[in-house]
Structure formats: structure tokens, C-alpha cells
């Protein structure tokens, strides 16, 4: 198999494989931090954690406070999915709860889309 050089690919195609690897998994997203300082620099602006998938995440660990915050200020669908689902039915506030799942059913994220109609139902 031949070597590919993907620290010679430009800064905006980089970043969008970094953002892919984000998409699909935080364990890749941490062999991409490590593979080199570039690559660890790409990984490490915010941008990325827009793409992150919180709920891909084994329950077990625990997610630092500040993770969830960078990715719920990085306007995360599956961030606000979870703020949403947890101010409607946690907390009973209905209005807010169904505001930040429509954003994130907005966004395209599919258990938003399914959980806001479901709500909207309900409600």
C-alpha cells in the first residue's frame, strides 16, 4: 500500500478530515490529536466540537463539564438535543425544552426530529 501525506493536503481540507473524524468517533479524534502537532492544532479549534457527536460517547466515562460547554457553544446538535430533552422533561419547562429541540431538529440531527414531533404531539 502506498503512503499517503496527509499533512501536505491544504489547512482547509485538513480540517475538514479532522472534522470528519470528529463526526464519527472521539477515539479516531484522539489518534488524529496525537499523530502530529498540526494535526493536534486542527483538533483543537472549536469548530470540531460542532461536529461532535456527544451521545456517541460510552456512558461510563465521564465528560468533563467544560466538553459539554465548548460543544453546547458550538451550537452541537447533540449538545442542545440534550439540553432540550432535559429542560422538557427534568426540569418542566415545556416552551424552553421544545425551543432547543426544534433548534437541533434544525440542525438535522434524527433523534431531535423524532423526539421534537413526538413532544409537539403530546404537548
Given at each position: 500500500m502506498e503512503y499517503f501525506p496527509l499533512l501536505?493536503?491544504?489547512?482547509?481540507?485538513?480540517a475538514l478530515v479532522v472534522e470528519g473524524v470528529a463526526r464519527n468517533s472521539i477515539l479516531d479524534l484522539f489518534f488524529v490529536r496525537e499523530s502530529s502537532k498540526r494535526m493536534k492544532a486542527l483538533a483543537d479549534r472549536c469548530s470540531v466540537y460542532h461536529f461532535f457527536d456527544v451521545l456517541s460517547v460510552p456512558w461510563d466515562l465521564d465528560m468533563p463539564s467544560?466538553?459539554?460547554?465548548?460543544c453546547y457553544e458550538e451550537?452541537?446538535?447533540?449538545?442542545?438535543?440534550?439540553?432540550?430533552?432535559?429542560?422538557?422533561?427534568?426540569?418542566?419547562?415545556?416552551?424552553?425544552?421544545?425551543?432547543?429541540?426544534?433548534?437541533?431538529?434544525?440542525?438535522?440531527?434524527?433523534?431531535?426530529?423524532?423526539?421534537?414531533?413526538?413532544?409537539?404531539?403530546?404537548?
Open positions: 501536505e493536503l491544504p489547512e482547509d481540507i485538513k467544560q466538553f459539554l460547554k465548548t451550537r452541537n446538535p447533540s449538545t442542545i438535543y440534550l439540553e432540550g430533552a432535559q429542560f422538557f422533561f427534568s426540569w418542566c419547562f415545556k416552551e424552553e425544552g421544545l425551543y432547543l429541540l426544534k433548534q437541533a431538529a434544525d440542525a438535522g440531527y434524527e433523534l431531535a426530529v423524532f423526539l421534537h414531533a413526538i413532544t409537539r404531539v403530546i404537548y
